[in-house]
């Protein structure tokens, strides 16, 4: 396990995957590695989509802000299965120091993001107890209920297919770093005031929703931890495909590049919450473009799926991040 972020695969394989409580055939879809959702069959020709994340609160980005980056994350994890996040579970374990009216910001941002999106907030838990501190403050679960005959699953990339991004690597990780630190950031005002902005595009429902009406959309993968090249070995070992990616095709937000090298983070392995890795069959390639950049969101074509595994860059061999390029960054600017 590495000393933080997300679990291994060997970590998952070895500690979890063989221990996961009752065996039930209601369950058409369980943890595995990689994967961002799970799938219970409720019968009747639906099926009900889950995903947990936990709740992060930064103080820094302003108590609204906050609550709704911390949303986006918790919903992303079930958009991307093609269904829509319809209800939400929300527990909630408050530092001491949270005053009832931070609070109040916090969920008032939340209720109103859910609101617009047609999410029904169903059940929860809400309480201050010694110990816990920003910015990890709670967990929650987000549900859809739908087609199952329409999931899109994060394990279904297919040899032949097309692999897609939409806004690049590490949108997230410039975002939070540019808005929490922009002092310690030795780039122009406006550079720094561009990053910041990259904060507000942690947000794929629309997306992902959008391009749900094109048959050929095989696998839908949000990049989070472990940034794009992250995503990109579990796309590929969840499907046990190879993936071919050119480097000189893949996107870039603007401020991204300045920041991470003044920063001296790797984008590809930063954090990048937002950016959606899809596996396309090659004939809906320009439809699902088309669907983005009508949404006004920037995506391309970037590579191939194989027979074989592993991922290849520009016809080299890579290997799967050992943690995440953000979070060393964020210790020695936080002082953490």
């Given at each position: 396990m590495p000393d933080d972020g997300k679990i291994s695969r060997g970590f998952f394989e070895t500690h979890v995957a063989s221990r996961l409580g009752?065996?039930?055939e209601d369950v058409a879809l369980g943890p595995k590695h990689g994967c961002d959702f799970g799938v219970i069959d409720a019968g009747g020709g639906s099926a009900t989509v889950l995903a947990t994340d936990p709740i992060s609160i930064l103080p820094d980005l302003g108590f609204?802000?906050?609550?709704?980056?911390?949303?986006?994350i918790?919903?992303?994890?079930v958009a991307v299965s093609g269904i829509p996040p319809s209800h939400l579970s929300v527990a909630f374990a408050l530092p001491s120091?949270?005053?009832?009216?931070e609070f109040d910001r916090v969920w008032g941002a939340i209720h109103g993001e859910c609101r617009r999106l047609g999410v029904a907030i169903t059940t929860g838990h809400t309480a201050r107890y010694p110990g816990s501190e920003y910015p990890w403050v709670g967990a929650a679960t987000a549900i859809g209920v739908g087609d199952p005959d329409r999931i899109v699953r994060p394990d279904g990339t297919r040899p032949g297919d097309r692999i897609v991004l939409t806004k690049g690597p590490a949108v997230e990780a410039t975002g939070l770093l540019a808005s929490l630190f922009p002092d310690a950031i030795d780039l122009p005002a406006e550079t720094v005031a561009t990053a910041q902005a990259r904060l507000d595009e942690v947000r794929l429902v629309g997306d992902a929703l959008a391009i749900t009406e094109h048959d050929g959309v095989h696998a839908m993968h949000d990049a989070t931890e472990g940034g794009l090249l992250g995503g990109l070995h579990e796309m590929a070992d969840s499907a046990g495909v190879r993936l071919r990616i050119d480097s000189e095709a893949v996107p870039y937000r603007p401020g991204v590049e300045a920041t991470c090298e003044a920063l001296g983070m790797d984008p590809w392995r930063a954090t990048t919450a937002g950016t959606l890795l899809l596996a396309v069959d090659?004939?809906?390639?320009?439809?699902?473009?088309?669907?983005?950049?009508?949404?006004?969101?920037?995506?391309?074509?970037?590579?191939?799926?194989?027979?074989?595994s592993g991922v290849e860059v520009d016809g080299e061999e890579t290997s799967p991040p050992d943690g995440d390029a953000s979070w060393p960054v964020y210790a020695r600017l936080s002082g953490r």
């Amino acid at each position: 396990m590495p000393d933080d972020g997300k679990i291994s695969r060997g970590f998952f394989e070895t500690h979890v995957a063989s221990r996961l409580g009752a065996d039930r055939e209601d369950v058409a879809l369980g943890p595995k590695h990689g994967c961002d959702f799970g799938v219970i069959d409720a019968g009747g020709g639906s099926a009900t989509v889950l995903a947990t994340d936990p709740i992060s609160i930064l103080p820094d980005l302003g108590f609204e802000r906050a609550g709704r980056f911390a949303l986006h994350i918790v919903l992303s994890d079930v958009a991307v299965s093609g269904i829509p996040p319809s209800h939400l579970s929300v527990a909630f374990a408050l530092p001491s120091e949270m005053a009832n009216e931070e609070f109040d910001r916090v969920w008032g941002a939340i209720h109103g993001e859910c609101r617009r999106l047609g999410v029904a907030i169903t059940t929860g838990h809400t309480a201050r107890y010694p110990g816990s501190e920003y910015p990890w403050v709670g967990a929650a679960t987000a549900i859809g209920v739908g087609d199952p005959d329409r999931i899109v699953r994060p394990d279904g990339t297919r040899p032949g297919d097309r692999i897609v991004l939409t806004k690049g690597p590490a949108v997230e990780a410039t975002g939070l770093l540019a808005s929490l630190f922009p002092d310690a950031i030795d780039l122009p005002a406006e550079t720094v005031a561009t990053a910041q902005a990259r904060l507000d595009e942690v947000r794929l429902v629309g997306d992902a929703l959008a391009i749900t009406e094109h048959d050929g959309v095989h696998a839908m993968h949000d990049a989070t931890e472990g940034g794009l090249l992250g995503g990109l070995h579990e796309m590929a070992d969840s499907a046990g495909v190879r993936l071919r990616i050119d480097s000189e095709a893949v996107p870039y937000r603007p401020g991204v590049e300045a920041t991470c090298e003044a920063l001296g983070m790797d984008p590809w392995r930063a954090t990048t919450a937002g950016t959606l890795l899809l596996a396309v069959d090659p004939d809906d390639v320009d439809g699902v473009l088309d669907s983005l950049h009508e949404r006004g969101t920037p995506a391309a074509e970037v590579g191939v799926a194989r027979t074989g595994s592993g991922v290849e860059v520009d016809g080299e061999e890579t290997s799967p991040p050992d943690g995440d390029a953000s979070w060393p960054v964020y210790a020695r600017l936080s002082g953490r």
